[in-house]
């Protein structure tokens, strides 16, 4: 594959996917997906991005019961949905993650407010990093913020330290769910040189 079609495939010929063709996504992808996206940077190596697969019908109606209605119908068509968290104690994994430094850890322990926003920062850079590595292994995305946070922390992240970011659905898109695609800034509208 050139890259041009490599740019192609994970941007800008890719679009967000709203309906699924009835095609499944392999376990093992999903692994390889994670494999690719986990190399992406953060910092102090955080790695605070958690991730469940949503596969089995019984997980997933648990999923669309805290979901906004325009995200129902998709989300039941697709083969898996990702929730894409961050875990607020990623400091517990700094001994592994950033072992030369080890006063890290000790830093987030005692500062709440740094950690919970370095991990919604860095949590948002993987979730970015996994959907362009799936959409690199051949599979389309379709990203959902509209969701109760609550609902989906209490059915999938009870008791433990990580907060829903936002879901993505995984999966074979239909390109005739596509929505006309909108466009984007150009540079002088979002960029300057300093
Ligand atoms: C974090 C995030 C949250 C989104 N939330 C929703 C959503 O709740 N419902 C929806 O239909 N689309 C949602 N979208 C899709 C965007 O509207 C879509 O990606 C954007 O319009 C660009 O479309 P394109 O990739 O086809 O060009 C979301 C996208 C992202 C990245």
Redesign the pocket.
């Known amino acids: 594959m050139s890259d041009t079609d490599l740019l192609a495939r994970v941007l800008t010929q ?3 996917q ?1 309906a699924w063709l009835d095609k499944p996504v392999p376990d093992a992808l999903l692994r390889e997906i994670w494999d690719t996206a986990k190399w992406g940077p953060t910092s102090v190596n955080s790695n605070p991005a958690r991730i469940v697969f949503v596969r089995t019908p019984a997980e997933k109606d648990k999923l669309i019961a805290a979901l ?1 209605p ?2 129902v119908a998709k989300t039941r068509a697709a083969p898996v949905t990702a929730i894409l968290g961050y875990d607020l104690e990623f400091w517990r994994k700094l001994d592994k993650l950033f072992a030369h430094k080890p006063e890290m850890a000790r830093n987030y322990a005692s500062n709440p407010v740094a950690a919970e926003s370095t991990a919604f920062r860095n949590g948002s850079l993987q979730g970015a990093y996994f959907m362009i590595a799936a959409r690199a292994h051949g599979i389309d995305v ?6 109760d946070h609550a609902k989906i922390d209490a059915a999938f992240f009870a008791g433990t330290s990580v907060r829903s970011n ?1 879901l993505c659905n995984l999966g074979y898109g239909d390109p005739a769910g ?2 006309p ?2 466009p984007r800034l150009d540079f002088e509208e979002a960029c300057r040189l300093a």
């Not at 379709?142 to 969701?147: E, L, Q, T, V």
């Open positions: 890719a679009r967000t709203n906004n325009g995200n379709g990203a959902m913020s509209g969701f936002f596509l929505f695609r909108q």
